[in-house]
Nanobody, 117 residues
């Protein structure tokens, strides 16, 4: 399995917005949910949001009502629209899929999101 590639990170002021992108493999997405995860300095990697091929979404409580996960199947791309960002959202963001046995696919390099004034 190829590593997934994330893009779209950057530096943004508190209250700002960013959209992250990730190229997905349709064959994988058909079987397992895709998701966004993040790891802040000194913290463990955590779930941000997931989406299934049927469009069912799930969000971490900390990002509900601010972040939106979506896919464009024609472009084989998954997005994370992030609004009203706070410094607590600063982290490296990764996209990945989780198999039924709990294993993740190979982790990519991630994309850095920094929220700072």
């Amino acid at each position: 399995q190829e590593q997934l590639v994330e893009s779209g990170g950057g530096l943004v002021q508190p209250g700002g917005s960013l959209t992250l992108s990730c190229i997905i493999q349709p064959i994988i997405f058909r079987f397992w949910p895709m998701g966004w995860y993040r790891q802040a300095p000194g913290k463990q990697r955590e779930l941000v949001a997931t989406i299934t091929s049927s469009g069912v979404t799930n969000y971490a409580e900390s990002v509900k009502d601010r972040f939106t996960i979506s896919t464009n199947n024609a472009k084989n791309t998954m997005y994370l629209q992030m609004n009203n960002l706070t410094p607590e959202d600063t982290a490296v963001y990764y996209c990945n899929f989780k198999k039924g046995n709990g294993d993740f696919g190979p982790w990519g390099q991630g994309t850095q999101v920094t929220v700072s004034s």
